[in-house]
């Protein structure tokens, strides 16, 4: 049954937007496709994509690959491709992104082949296929751009087009294969790939130095899901259940040495997955689609966590936890492996068919990750960790000129990387949630189980998940979907309220697009209206109109003040109750105490966080006060917000107002009060959790003699404050944080930290940190000045976590110089980096800039390169929203 206020919702939505959404991947006219030859272009374009798999059916790889002990060595490999063709009219191309000298013999159908390598592609010549079953045999060198070799493991990540980058491969998300791999390694290495061992032949020894891996065939697959791991690991397994994957165990390599977080993170790793698995299959209505499901836990992984089938590869630092682990990380190490589990059924057995629909897969494992860790974790807030985790991060990209809609067009899957970000991740699942509100749960449910049925071991589109969702309610979804999935941006908020002898008279809302735009995005929110006797009216907003009246408002007593989105669900930047008629201009310490005492007045956590967030929106968009007071906010609120999600937010945000939108003089000025604050609360607080969370921003913001002193003395002695658990990876922050200060120590701290550092993993990342904090300018230099060659940055999330130490705000004035080479290398970084590394640089240098003439630079590049790469032009906007801003607010 549809809601009211649905079918209003829905009505409004086809009148409000006319831009055509960006045209699916779908079959294509076959005529066309077979008259008019494919050219031959680098990448993996829509017309190759649509062509191939049009002609190929039945594709299967046997992969053999030799690993050879010294990673300065190539990998040798030979590979046998089978498949079905429908037509020998043209040429066939195989992708491989590597160097035609790695090309060694190529037999097609038993016939020796020349090799024709040209523009990223293996051409196999019309002449030597056949209409019906093929079999392509090549000799190669395997490429190693996306092997991740270092000095003991390996490891593939191949989203989302980087298996042509190791082997020729027809690499496109709808042609899926099964593959069959053997690998040969050293005898004293581990190995993990997406498909069981072969049960009769498991492992087997070459010589005594070298092991054969034989692997089963996989299930089939897309080509970005195939993955293997291989390297001196450990292996932790959990027996298996009589649940999910019964009768299977469960398996985990990992590099982790400190007994104390194996022994606390071992158990609930696999119960975590348990606990998804059970959840997914029960909503789903469909069993566990593969034939394994093994994990690899690998030391500064690019991601969080990959979902290969059958061996999801994780970030080990997310996974293993000790005792001092805050309950926000507990909360994300549930939430990334249920989301990694949930890919199994969304991505994975049913994938898109085309990369303008990857946010597909990603809205809907961060959905059903919120939905798994409600449940598999005590205590926890569902409603309370979607809007910490989602808007501050979904708004950081939507508020800025770069803003990118949800569902991205794309002519060629070279460009895929640039899809991802944080629109997909954070603004997918906040629209996915308001779209299930307006269905109901229960038909939204069924109507994810019949496309996952329809589709399952297949691809699918957007475009079909929105039918069948269309025909479970009457309210119009594909007018809906315009404005949600296919453009940018987001609505602000105003209201017009009017009293007539101490009542509502008339409560009026009204929206309009944040860039002056007439869109309008129809939504339901809560407005909360509270009186000084603590109580409390929440009314629901249908949002379906540029003005809304809000009737139910009438005759209500005049509130002590409303608050706009109090359940947090709502989109946009809301207003605030200014019942003081306090302006922008003026009687600032009175507003933040008026704030400071309605949110003391709000009991609800989620109302609460709603409240931060949109607070920061609001000072960053110049509307009702300025940085300073709601710092002041934030310090009232210190000793009194005493939940922890709410803490960390509140903490997060008034970091980033210190640093980035206070002068270095305020600063100065304000850190002696401060640090006092927070020390202070630190002490007051009873929960230890909370207790470490206020020694982080204690330890973010400490510029005093005082304040350092007290750091080191902690560091020093590794004594922390009562009540907090520093583990070494604190101590190892906090040396660096240390570091970044100049601190005059007896003795070098870092030198000394790395002694007590007993991972080899973890040493050889602070031995990579520690020329970007060397005191001296001229290694500094050095330092940056190594990052323009590939190989130096090979460990991406090594580089990204020197850069920020680089670019401190405490070495900005030495670090500005950078600014221009950095923006230089944007485009090399894209071609060599992963998905996530363009951004991640460009938020690693100018996250924290806010002087002219670093906006300048950036102004300046962009003006000098007017036909630069559009998505990396929208990531450079994105990632210097913050810098552009502080040009504007900081006085």
């Known amino acids: 049954m549809l809601r009211p206020w649905a079918a209003g919702l829905l009505l409004a939505t086809a009148a409000c937007t006319s831009t055509r959404p960006p045209q699916p991947l779908d079959a294509p006219k076959e005529a066309e496709t077979v008259a008019a030859a494919v050219r031959v272009e680098p990448g ?10 049009q002609q190929l059916r039945g594709l299967s790889y046997a992969l053999t690959l030799l ?13 046998t491709i089978r498949f079905q063709l429908k037509s020998t009219a043209q040429p066939l191309q195989l992708d491989f992104k590597e160097q035609t000298e790695r090309l060694q013999q190529l037999t097609v159908n038993g016939r020796s082949v020349p090799i024709d390598h040209r523009q990223e592609h293996l051409i196999i010549p019309a002449a030597a296929l056949r209409a019906g079953p093929n079999e392509i045999s090549i000799h190669f060198r395997a490429g190693n751009l996306s092997l991740n070799r270092n000095d003991d493991f390996l490891y593939t990540l191949l989203v989302p087009d980087r298996a042509r980058t190791v082997f020729p491969v027809f690499d496109q998300p709808d042609l899926k294969a099964s593959f069959q791999l053997t ?6 290495w581990q190995a993990l790939a997406n498909a069981p061992l072969y049960p009769d032949r498991r492992v087997y020894p070459v010589n005594d130095s070298v092991y054969t891996y034989s692997f089963a065939p996989s299930d089939t697959i897309s080509t970005y899901l195939f993955s293997f791991v ?14 999910p994957l019964a009768g299977r165990n469960m398996r985990l390599l990992h590099r982790e040495t400190d007994p104390d977080k194996l022994r606390l993170s071992l158990g609930p790793i696999f119960q975590i997955h348990r606990d998804a698995l059970a959840f997914l299959e029960d909503y789903t209505a469909l069993p566990y689609p593969f034939k394994k499901l093994d994990l690899a836990a690998l030391p500064d992984f690019q991601y969080g966590g990959m979902e290969h089938v059958g061996a999801i590869d994780y970030r080990a630092s997310t996974l293993f936890l000790d005792a001092g682990a805050t309950q926000d990380q507990l909360l994300a190490r549930s939430s990334l492996i249920s989301h990694e589990t949930a890919h199994m059924w969304f991505g994975d057995l049913v994938t898109m068919r085309w990369f303008d629909d990857v946010w597909m897969k990603e809205v809907f494992a961060n959905f059903m990750a919120d939905k798994i860790t409600q449940r598999a974790v005590p205590g926890a807030n569902y409603d309370l960790k979607f809007v910490v985790d989602h808007y501050p991060a979904a708004y950081a990209v939507d508020r800025t000129a770069g803003a990118n809609p949800i569902r991205q067009p794309l002519d060629n899957l070279q460009d895929a990387g640039s899809l991802y970000g944080g629109i997909i991740y954070h603004k997918a699942p906040i629209m996915m949630r308001q779209l299930e509100r307006l269905m109901g749960e229960e038909a939204f449910r069924d109507g994810l189980r019949e496309y996952l049925h329809r589709y399952a071991h297949g691809n699918a589109t957007w475009p079909d998940l929105i039918q069948i969702l269309d025909a479970r309610t009457p309210a119009d979804l594909q007018a809906w979907n315009q404005v949600w999935v296919n453009q940018p941006g987001r609505p602000v908020f105003d209201y017009e309220l009017q009293l007539k002898d101490g009542k509502i008279s ?22 909360l209206l509270v009186y000084p006797d603590g109580r409390t009216k929440e009314l629901t907003v249908n949002m379906n109109q540029p003005r809304v009246q809000l009737s139910e408002a009438v005759g209500a007593p005049a509130p002590q003040f409303m608050l706009f989105n109090s359940t947090g669900l709502g989109y946009g930047v809301f207003p605030m109750d200014d019942q003081l008629n306090v302006r922008l201009e003026y009687r600032y310490d009175a507003l933040a105490k008026a704030l400071g005492r309605n949110l003391a007045q709000l009991p609800s956590p989620v109302a609460r966080a709603a409240s931060y967030v949109n607070l920061y929106e609001n000072v960053l968009n110049g509307r009702y ?15 009194l917000e005493r939940e922890e999600l709410n803490l960390k ?8 107002i210190y640093w980035k939108l206070l002068t270095p003089a305020q600063r100065t000025a304000l850190a002696p009060t401060l640090e006092r604050e927070l020390w202070q609360a630190l002490a007051q607080n009873p929960a230890p959790n909370q207790k470490k969370l206020l020694f982080k921003a204690y330890q973010s913001v400490a510029l005093t003699q005082d304040a350092q002193t007290r750091l080191y003395r902690i560091w020093d002695q590794q004594q922390p404050p009562a009540g907090v658990t520093l583990t070494e990876d604190d101590y190892t922050a906090l040396a660096l944080a240390l570091a970044v200060r100049d601190y005059p120590a007896p003795a070098p701290i870092l030198a000394r930290q790395l002694t007590r550092i007993k991972n080899p993993d973890r040493q050889r990342r602070l031995q990579f940190l520690l020329p970007a904090l060397a005191p001296e300018p001229a290694t500094r230099d050095a330092f940056f000045a190594s990052l323009s060659d590939e190989q130096n940055r090979e460990k991406e999330a090594w580089v990204t976590a020197a850069l920020g130490y680089l670019h401190h705000p405490l070495r900005a004035a030495a670090s500005e110089k950078y600014l221009p080479q950095s923006l230089a290398l944007l485009e090399e970084i894209q071609r060599t980096g992963d998905i996530f590394f363009p951004y991640d640089w460009l938020r690693a240098t100018l996250g924290y800039y806010q002087t002219p003439t670093a906006a300048r630079t950036v102004r300046d590049f962009l003006a000098a390169h007017p036909q630069y790469n559009p998505r990396l032009r929208a990531k450079l906007q994105q990632a210097a929203d913050d810098l552009l801003r502080a040009e504007k607010l900081v006085r």
């Not at 993996?44 to 994509?49: E, R």
């Not at 690998?183 to 004293?188: A, H, T």
Request: charge should be negative.
């Open 44 to 53: 993996v374009s829509q017309a190759l994509a649509r062509y191939r798999r």
């Open 67 to 79: 690993v050879p002990a010294d990673k300065q060595q190539d990998v040798q490999a030979t590979e």
């Open 183 to 188: 690998l040969d390694v050293p005898s004293d």
């Open 230 to 243: 291989a390297g001196k690991f450990q292996t932790a397994e959990s027996p298996a259940t009589d649940g």
């Open 506 to 527: 008339q409560l009026e809302l009204t929206q309009k697009a944040e860039d002056g735009s007439d869109r309008l995005w129809p939504q339901l929110f809560e407005v």
């Open 625 to 639: 006060l300025a940085p300073r007071p709601l710092l002041n906010v934030y310090r009232q609120r210190l000793p």
């Open 649 to 656: 937010l509140m903490t997060s945000q008034l970091t980033d």
